[in-house]
Structures are given as C-alpha cells and as structure tokens.
C-alpha cells in the first residue's frame, strides 16, 4: 500500500511539476486480480482500485490489516463507498451480494468483515473505485443506482460549466458517519468543474476523473486561490485535494468525475468561495 503523507501549503509554493505530482496525483488503480491501494494522511482517507479479471478478489488481498491499519481486518473502524467505472460486476459483503453495474453506487458499513468483487465477464471487467475513511458507528450498507441519487443541476453554457451533480453517499440520500461521494457529469460542449472554486476547512476532497477520450486530458486546479497550480490528468486518474486547496478543472473536452469528501462536516454549503478575479 503506497502511503502520502500530509503536505502544507508553505512548503507546496516551492514544488516542482514532479514533486505535485508524486504527491497528489494517483495513477494505474486498475490492475488485473489486484487490489491497489493508496493512504492519505489527509484525513486518513484510502483510495483503492479493483479489477477483477479471473478471479474473485477480496477487498484484502495483499494487505497486511494489522501493519496498515491496526485492525484485524480493513473495515473493523472504517466505512467504504464505491462506483464502478467498468463492466458488469458484484460485490458481496458478508454473504449479501450486489448486482453492480457501471456508475453504480454502493455504500459499505463498517464492521463489514467480508467484501469481495467480481466481473461478469473477464474480457469486460468491472473497475471498482473505492474510497474508505474512519467511522464510529455501524450504518446500513446499501446499493444506489443512478435513479436514488438527489439530481442538482449546476452551470450554464455560456459558462462551459453546465453540469449535474449526481449525490449519492451524501446526507440528502442516506446516513454515513463522514464519507460523502457523488459523480457529476459535464453536457457535451461543457468543460469546467467546480469554477467558481472554494476550499473547505473541515473537510477534504479526492476527485477521480473518467469518461475521459485516451487523446484527451483534464487540467486539474489546485493549491490556495492565491498560489494554484495544476497537473494534467488523464482517463481514471485521481487526485488529492487537502482543505487548504482548491480543487477545480478543465477539460480539453467534457469528462465525468467522482468526488469524495471526508472530514467533520457534512454540512454542503461550509465553504469558503473565492471569486474568479481573486484567483492567481
């Protein structure tokens, strides 16, 4: 499991291209039969990547629990959500099995001991992109489809920003003790996320993007608004974004993106705007 360790906004005005990128910046989660997985020391948030090509994969293979967590096992203190970027697969978690197919949602309570993937199909495998952060009560774990998520339009053309957020791990839609996820998809011709930018003290934020063209790249924002930087992002590559940040993009064309959120507020509108003619 590759570990990042927390970086503050002072010693960041002084990376380089590699240094941002070596430390914010996670590639190639999709590895066949593998559970790839990555620990962030900003609010203790884990990003892991699932592809299921011949075999089941439980959620801790590779990892040693006790060494990485503490734990006997890896949702012992944790709560997990997941999407699925790939083709048809399940997971199931102790002996409960979820049919889960492409931008399909599920939420993982912890005290789940037993949680395992598969694909339908192996020439189509699923890609689970999971993101797992502490927790201090047992919730239940359920399936969302598109359909149970809160729709919340954003944006307008003439801005190239006209979006929909898709809440689906978020307090409108279901309980969790401080993981948020959602996915918000860009209209064809419409290339801007998150712009006006803002950062959140409370909380921290980890975007993966997808739905990106093999030749095409997302320009991903990030710093303090008066020290941004950014680093190019292709197709399943994610980011993280600590609260000092802020977190924003554009696309060379439209994409889709996955945001998750951890920290001690679940409450939305706890953040700091910055307006665009603040922004350096």
Not at 59 to 67: F, N, Q, S, T, V
Not at 123 to 145: E, G, M, N, Q, R
Not at 156 to 185: W, Y
Request: charged share 25%.
């Amino acid at each position: 499991m590759n570990i990042r360790y927390s970086v503050n906004q002072r010693d960041f005005k002084r990376y380089t291209t590699d240094e941002v990128r070596d430390e914010f910046l996670i590639q190639n989660l999709y590895v066949a039969d593998t559970v790839v997985a990555v620990y962030s020391h900003v609010d203790r948030m884990v990003v892991f990547g699932i592809m299921p090509v011949s075999e089941a994969v439980p959620l801790d293979k590779g990892i040693e629990c006790m060494k990485s967590f503490g734990t006997d096992y890896i949702l012992e203190r944790r709560e997990l959500g997941l999407f699925n970027l790939g083709g048809a697969g399940t997971v199931e978690v102790d002996g409960q099995t979820f049919d889960v197919g492409f931008q399909d949602c599920v939420y993982i309570s912890k005290g789940s001991r037993n949680v395992v993937f598969k694909s339908k199909a192996g020439d189509k495998p699923a890609k689970f992109y999971c993101i797992s952060a502490p927790a201090h009560k047992v919730l239940k774990t359920t399936f969302l489809s598109m359909a149970d998520a809160k729709k919340v339009p954003m944006g307008d053309d003439k801005s190239a920003n006209k979006r929909v957020i898709n809440q689906f791990i978020h307090p409108d839609v279901l309980e969790t003790c401080q993981l948020c996820m959602g996915l918000t998809q860009l209209e064809p011709g419409n290339v801007w996320n998150t712009m006006p930018a803002h950062t959140h003290e409370r909380r921290s934020e980890i975007y993966t993007y997808f739905n990106v063209p093999e030749d095409q790249a997302v320009f991903h924002m990030m710093g303090e608004g008066q020290e941004t930087r950014h680093i190019l992002v292709h197709n399943e590559d994610a980011v993280i974004s600590p609260s000092w940040s802020i977190h924003a993009g554009c696309g060379t064309t439209a994409y889709t993106f996955i945001w998750a959120m951890g920290g001690e507020n679940q409450v939305f509108p706890d953040m700091d705007h910055i307006a665009i003619k603040d922004l350096r």
